[in-house]
């Protein structure tokens, strides 16, 4: 079985910082893509950004210069570095991997963590 936890989420004021972490844990032969999507209140998921496993990132216009995503391959685990946040960037802020599993190493599935909430007020 294969698990992802997000952490780091919490209350900062406009204009602060914030760094989120997630791991996939479990029984894994690789781990693909991984990537940061978030969802507001009364609004559709967003994606964030995605890292594929040789690095590649791509940001949604909304976060570019903003946010950076990092990932360390060895240790299944992506970070995501929110800087001069708004308080339209308050949202359950949810990882996502693409999974080989040891048990099944035909076929890939995404593996969803439940989220961390990023609120962004004064």
């Known amino acids: 079985q294969v698990q992802v936890v997000e952490s780091g989420g919490g209350l900062v004021l406009p204009g602060g910082s914030l760094r989120l972490s997630c791991a996939a844990s479990?029984?894994?032969?690789?781990?693909?893509?991984m990537a940061w999507y978030r969802q507001a209140p009364e609004k559709q998921r967003e994606l964030v950004a995605t890292?594929?496993?040789?690095?590649?990132?791509n940001y949604a216009d909304s976060v570019k210069g903003r946010f950076t995503a990092n990932r360390h391959n060895a240790e299944n685990t992506l970070s995501l570095q929110m800087d001069m946040l708004k308080p339209e960037d308050t949202a359950v802020y949810l990882c996502?991997?693409?999974?080989?599993?040891?048990?099944?190493?035909?076929?890939?599935?995404?593996?969803w963590g439940k989220g961390t909430l990023v609120t962004v007020s004064s």
């Open positions: 890292v594929s496993r040789d690095g590649t990132t």
């Open positions: 996502n991997a693409v999974v080989v599993s040891n048990t099944d190493r035909q076929r890939a599935m995404t593996v």
């Open positions: 479990g029984s894994i032969f690789r781990v693909n893509t």
